[in-house]
């Protein structure tokens, strides 16, 4: 939880800073793979391999993959129906019927409508998530944060002790 | 919030974590070369003590994970009757595991070479023995004691150990009738007579008043007198009909109260009588009761073969049962439930409605299936070979077997679980074994069958009794043996045992003169007999029978005398309890015949006086009432030709 808490935190921090646009805006995207990827399954371990062997944010990942799993029960039933229309493909057949019979592919589950759904589904939306993700951080960056910072709170708020004390600790001690 | 600028260029990979994840992965690496060998030897050991209930011993457990292969060396595995010798010791276990499988979650193996297979080899030290677990008091009956309580009765049961005492004790008793003389105070049906006498005594004295009640000859005399006197035809006027027909009615109720008392006296004999024949009942089964009691008081042998070769054998019986619950119970522990459930004679159990509140559960869509070209059970042995050779050094058991598709599902390869060994031990004497097993689960009802035959093998010291009265004992015989047996969905059992010894010689000993004469002349005759044993039936109730040749030697070794014997204590039990019973059931008898027959036939004479009296009245009364209506007729039919002639008058025709 502690580890889960400081990656939020991290996420936060950076979206705030000018830095690491792409680790933030992987990090969303793939989450959104983790939301509509079953919890048990090959694609779930892959992915977390990723985010664990490049610098992607995992807070990122995890907010998103928790938002995207509310998004993928409710899209269930469509992503049932588009399974169920590639998976019944006769073109594909072939295809299917030798990963169902390899190793280590049946861990997917990807021969279950919904898995198979919502895999097409997230695979054809991660184009546009990810330069939509990456839109908003920027335009989030030049607009919010700046119009924020131009408040008279947030300036009363830098001048005091505490901010001064905090950003000294975090030179030393914080981490992205 | 901090707008600090960064420009420390860093690369994509994440260093920090490949370090840690490296070192994970170097760990594990020595872990499993170092240290997993040691630890499944150790859990092999332990699961295995704590699974057989004996000590299992591994000398070495080998494995390479590259090669997917694994050795298991020096298996053993503790007797657990003598501790100092091993029931089963293997030199060596190896096999290979499918990596194919092995990346799909199965564990497969093609090929599993058992080699160096010893019986009852020494052990280096005793092994540790669990202590046998407590009775489970909601378990069903075992097969030892189905064998115990059913293929023996109650009588040679309670003397299965000592037929030779039996036989001579009885062969000698001598004045019966002295033994007899005391019996008295001890019949139950003596003093179940007794009161029975006393009850259907009082009874009949009861009756003797109940009749008296009854209408007498007199009291229906009297009824004909006031019926004779009353009208019944000839009447002038209506009144006097009313009158007639009042009478007749007051006559019928006397008449019918009097039925009434002979009905209720009627019903109560019709219940005394059917207590008579209850009564006899039960007196009848004191009577039986008695003499059975008086059977076993004088200990009476069993004189057929069966019997005879039950109280033989029982001994060399037991043993083989305790195995067979021992292998059941564990079975019943490891199998999985449903397998269990069979063996416990239960039928499965449903499934509970769940009526908990559940969360919605999330669209679990449509799982294709997809022809397999290559899968596997979850658990798949194809193959093990057993190959033993005896060498110089060791003398190994001479097997050679395959035992072929133990697996977690033997419907998805569609093949059943078989074993088929042959071979022979020849330190122990032991040759022509061949034993076949099959298990299959293809079908929806599972079935097995095994036939295990031993061509020979030598057994020493058998005593088949042995009593401070005598004994018989085997020093040595040539055998061979074959079980063979089927379950049909672990519920319904076929087992059957044939024990053919051959080559024997009886060491007997007998205290009666009478006794060790017949068996020395018997038994010095019989070079070789056989033992059958068979157990049928629904586990819980099972049909066990035993016999031998050797049985039907024996009964007709002392059947004549013993039954000229049975058949005088049969007698005299039978004149004892005549004498003892018969007085007063002669008794009961009269008071009880009276009941029955001389009430029952005064009570039915009475009650066809009445009704014969009563049908007679409502007759009278009829016919009055005819005899005024035709009276009315013609007084109607005077009247209105008197009418017409008056009219004829009054016209002036």
Redesign the interface.
């Known amino acids: 939880m502690t580890l889960l808490l400081k990656q939020l935190f991290n996420f936060i921090?950076l979206l705030?800073?000018?830095?690491g646009t792409y680790q933030i805006v992987w990090g969303l995207t793939l989450g959104a793979f983790l939301g509509f990827s079953p919890f048990f399954s090959l694609q779930t371990f892959l992915i977390l391999a990723i985010l664990?062997?490049?610098?992607i944010q995992f807070g990122a990942a995890f907010l998103s993959s928790f938002f995207f799993k509310f998004i993928a029960?409710l899209f269930?039933?469509a992503?049932?129906l588009l399974?169920?229309w590639v998976?019944e493909l006769p073109n594909l057949?072939s295809v299917?019927?030798a990963l169902?019979?390899m190793?280590?592919i049946?861990?997917t589950?990807f021969?279950?409508?919904?898995?198979m759904?919502s895999f097409v589904f997230v695979l054809l939306i991660s184009p546009i998530l990810f330069l939509g993700f990456k839109t908003i951080i920027i335009r989030y960056r030049t607009h919010i944060?700046h119009r924020?910072?131009q408040t008279k709170a947030?300036k009363a708020f830098k001048a005091t002790k505490f901010y001064e004390w905090y950003?000294k600790y975090?030179?030393l001690y914080g981490t992205k | 919030m901090t707008t600090t600028p960064k420009n420390k260029k860093t690369g994509i990979i994440r260093w920090s974590a490949i370090v840690p994840l490296t070192v994970l992965i170097v760990i594990t690496y020595a872990y499993f070369a170092f240290f997993f060998d040691g630890h499944m030897k150790s859990l092999i050991e332990w699961g295995g003590y704590k699974a057989l209930g004996s000590e299992v011993n591994v000398g070495q457990f080998k494995s390479s994970f590259t090669g997917g292969h694994v050795e298991i060396n020096k298996i053993e595995i503790t007797n657990a009757e003598q501790p100092q010798l091993n029931s089963l010791e293997l030199q060596s276990v190896r096999f290979n595991i499918n990596w194919d499988a092995l990346l799909r979650l199965k564990f497969v193996v093609e090929e599993m070479a058992a080699e160096g297979i010893q019986l009852n080899s020494k052990r280096s030290r005793p092994g540790k023995v669990a202590p046998p677990p407590p009775p489970d008091i909601n378990e069903g009956p075992s097969f030892t004691e189905q064998l115990q309580g059913k293929a023996v009765d109650k009588i040679t049961k309670d003397y299965s150990d000592n037929v030779l005492g039996d036989i001579a004790s009885f062969l000698k008793s001598g004045d019966l009738n002295a033994q007899l003389k005391n019996i008295e105070g001890t019949l139950e049906a003596k003093k179940v007579a007794e009161d029975l006498n006393k009850k259907w005594t009082d009874k009949k004295q009861q009756w003797d008043q109940n009749i008296k009640q009854l209408p007498t000859e007199k009291d229906i005399n009297s009824f004909k007198t006031r019926f004779e006197g009353i009208q019944y035809k000839n009447f002038k006027t209506p009144q006097e009909v009313e009158s007639a027909v009042n009478q007749f009615n007051a006559l019928k109720k006397d008449v019918d109260d009097k039925v009434k008392i002979v009905e209720t006296t009627k019903n109560n004999l019709v219940s005394d009588v059917q207590a008579i024949q209850t009564d006899y009942q039960l007196l009848d089964q004191k009577i039986k009761s008695d003499i059975n009691g008086l059977k076993t008081r004088f200990k009476i042998p069993q004189l057929n073969a069966g019997q005879f070769a039950k109280s033989l054998f029982m001994s060399y019986l037991t043993p083989y049962t305790i195995k067979l619950d021992h292998y059941k119970k564990m079975a019943q522990k490891y199998l999985p439930p449903k397998y269990s459930q069979m063996l416990d004679g239960k039928k499965n159990k449903t499934e509970k409605d769940d009526d908990t509140i559940q969360p919605h559960p999330r669209e679990k869509g449509v799982t294709y299936e997809f022809p397999v070209e290559k899968g596997y059970p979850l658990f798949w042995i194809q193959k093990i070979k057993i190959s033993s050779q005896s060498n110089a050094q060791t003398d190994f058991g001479d097997l050679t077997g395959l035992i072929q598709n133990i697996t977690s599902n033997q419907r998805q390869i569609g093949k059943q679980t078989t074993l088929d060994v042959s071979g022979q031990f020849k330190s122990m004497n032991i040759s022509g074994i061949k034993a076949f097993a099959a298990f299959n689960n293809i079908q929806p009802t599972p079935s097995a069958q095994f036939n295990v035959q031993v061509g020979q093998y030598g057994l020493q010291n058998l005593d088949l009794i042995n009593s401070a009265d005598g004994s018989i004992k085997i020093p040595q015989s040539r055998n061979s043996l074959l079980i063979a047996g089927s379950t049909l969905g672990f519920k319904s059992y076929d087992i059957s045992l044939k024990n053919d010894f051959k080559d024997v010689k009886f060491d007997i000993s007998a205290k009666e003169k009478i006794v060790n004469d017949i068996l020395q002349q018997t038994l010095s005759t019989i070079p070789s007999f056989d033992l059958q044993a068979s157990i049928k039936g629904e586990i819980k109730n099972l049909d066990v029978q035993v016999s031998s040749s050797l049985g039907g030697q024996l009964e007709k070794a002392f059947g004549q005398l013993l039954q000229k014997k049975v058949d005088e204590v049969n007698a005299q039990i039978k004149e004892r309890i005549d004498k003892e019973i018969g007085q007063i059931k002669s008794q009961i008898d009269s008071q009880t015949l009276a009941i029955k027959n001389q009430y029952g036939s005064e009570v039915t004479k009475v009650q066809n006086q009445l009704e014969s009296q009563k049908k007679l009245a409502d007759d009278r009364i009829q016919q009055a009432k005819k005899d005024l209506e035709n009276q009315a007729k013609s007084k109607i039919q005077q009247e209105g030709q008197k009418a017409v002639d008056d009219l004829k008058k009054k016209l002036g025709f």
């Open positions: 921090r705030h800073s000018e830095n664990l062997i490049f610098k029960y269930d039933p992503a049932d399974g169920r998976l057949r299917w019927t169902y019979n190793p280590i049946p861990y589950r021969n279950n409508s919904i898995v759904g944060v924020f910072e947030w950003m975090d030179d």
